[in-house]
């Protein structure tokens, strides 16, 4: 159910995203009397789920969800129909309109797709407000991994700057180090404030997802609520509703310390002290070979901490909305310089459409997703305005060539350029995916 409920919000943003942006391109050819021909979300390569006709454009869905399209006439675009270039321009086509025209139809989408993004933060702020965990509130310190650890940070340190400048929002460390290249952690160790020098060699990895910085959360109260899909615990006898108090007697005071216990001990039979119904019960069990009890409990994060919540009146929520939007785009922009620098190797955690639908939580949360859908429409916008032909970019980038040398690039030209560029496309599709097909087997 969960997986379904992701697909869903997935399949339901992407055609948002996709009406809007191909909605931009036909509103701006409208606007200067240009025929389109086609409204499609989706591609309909040999036939269309749904299409119909009213006045000169054919509307529909196809089959192939990797996007959507508007056929415009004269035009070389992604249905290369070379038979219609061939015969004189009409007025009503693309090629017969100024080269100012032309742009802007052309960066219509990519407009329509910030101004989406840029609205959506409005009435995200305006209808929720934002809430966040404030840095200052992580109280018992925070958890890292392996990598973390080994850079010097250790479980239990409250953070207090990095670089020496404060973060307001503690999710927002972790991107921080990454985007802006930080070089030091500020932390409080018991009183003592140390500076954590944060190697280069840690970036690749938390792009890997490794070094992450969490708040530390407590143990208790551990009330089994679910079973893992592999489950040594309900094999064991542990009910839904069960507390666990301790293991081999022994207390944790964080889930950190839980989950080392066990790690260090799968291999070995353990006693877990279980409360139910106000009884207290014993059951022995060895734990699999991942060292887990394969149980889960649900935590409420506004239950441990003290999240911070800014309201917005409606005319406060424009400025606020329009500024995320901004910060959003700049941020994407730093995310998009890594996966060309050889440090980061940022390219190997490239993802595709399982890595994109993942970032949809497993229940329906409507604020979740209007945000990420204001977040993906900021990446369609920029990855369509990429110099690459076949994207609206490439179609931009030979429009400003015309108007810069006053001269036109040939139309035999333009049709090895789309070929060229959806090559390109096509290629950059199959290693995303790829990358996402070799991440699951290496589960």
Same mark, same amino acid.
């Given at each position: 159910?969960?997986?379904?409920?992701?697909?869903?919000?997935?399949?339901? %943003?992407? &055609?948002?995203?996709? #009406? #809007?942006?191909?909605?931009?391109? =036909?509103?701006?050819?409208?606007?200067?009397?240009? $025929? /389109?021909e086609k409204f499609y979300l989706f591609f309909d390569p040999w036939f269309s789920? =749904?299409?119909f006709k009213r006045g000169e454009t054919e509307y529909g869905i196809g089959w192939l969800p990797l996007g959507g399209y508007v056929k415009i006439s004269g035009m070389i675009d992604e249905s290369m129909d070379k038979e219609q270039m061939k015969l004189p321009p009409q007025p009503y086509e693309f090629r &017969?309109? %100024? %080269?100012?025209? $032309?742009?802007?139809?052309?960066?219509?989408? /990519?407009?329509?797709?910030f101004i989406l993004a840029m609205l959506i933060y409005v009435l995200v702020l305006f209808g929720w407000g934002e809430t966040y965990l404030p840095t200052a509130n992580v109280k018992y310190g925070i958890e890292v991994d392996s990598v973390g650890y080994a850079i010097g940070l250790r479980n239990g340190d409250k953070i207090i700057s990095v670089d020496n400048q404060h973060v307001e929002n503690f999710i927002h460390i972790s991107s921080d180090i990454v985007l802006n290249n930080r070089k030091s952690i500020q932390v409080d160790r018991n009183g003592e404030v140390l500076n954590i020098e944060v190697p280069k060699e840690y970036i690749p990895k938390m792009l890997k997802g490794k070094g992450g910085i969490d708040p $530390? #959360?407590? =143990?208790? *109260? =551990? /009330?089994?609520?679910?079973?893992?899909?592999? %489950?040594?615990?309900?094999?064991?006898? #542990?009910l839904i509703g069960d507390e666990l108090v301790g293991i081999d007697s022994i207390r944790f005071a964080f889930y950190d310390e839980f989950q080392k216990y066990l790690r260090e001990n799968k291999d070995h039979p353990l006693m877990l002290n279980l409360l139910r119904k106000g009884e207290n019960i014993n059951i022995t069990m060895t734990p699999g070979s991942s060292g887990l009890l394969g149980i889960n409990r649900t935590v409420s994060i506004d239950k441990i901490f003290d999240l911070k919540t800014i309201k917005y009146g409606f005319l406060e929520s424009i400025p606020a909305g329009i500024n995320k939007g901004f910060k959003t785009v700049a941020d994407y922009l730093k995310q998009f310089k890594l996966l060309f620098s050889k440090h980061t190797k940022a390219y190997? &955690?490239?993802?595709?459409?399982?890595?994109?639908?993942?970032?949809? *939580?497993?229940?329906?949360?409507?604020?979740?997703?209007?945000? @990420?859908?204001?977040? @993906?429409?900021?990446?369609?916008? /920029?990855?369509?305005?990429? *110099?690459?032909?076949?994207?609206?970019g490439g179609h931009v980038m030979f429009l400003l060539f015309e108007v810069i040398t006053g001269r036109k690039p040939s139309d035999k030209f333009l049709e090895y350029a789309q070929i060229v560029g959806m090559i390109l496309l096509l290629a950059l599709l199959i290693f995303a995916n790829g990358n996402d097909i070799l991440r699951l087997i290496r589960k």
């Open positions: 159910m969960t997986i379904l409920i992701k697909i869903l919000q997935f399949v339901l %943003s992407l &055609s948002i995203l996709v #009406i #809007i942006h191909e909605l931009g391109h =036909f509103t701006l050819a409208k606007l200067f009397k240009t $025929r /389109v789920l =749904f299409k &017969s309109k %100024s %080269s100012l025209q $032309r742009l802007l139809i052309m960066t219509g989408g /990519v407009v329509f797709n $530390r #959360i407590p =143990f208790g *109260p =551990f /009330v089994v609520a679910a079973y893992g899909k592999d %489950s040594p615990g309900k094999d064991a006898g #542990i190997e &955690s490239l993802g595709g459409f399982i890595t994109i639908g993942n970032i949809f *939580p497993g229940v329906w949360d409507w604020q979740a997703f209007w945000n @990420l859908t204001a977040f @993906l429409s900021i990446i369609l916008a /920029v990855m369509n305005i990429l *110099p690459i032909p076949a994207l609206d």
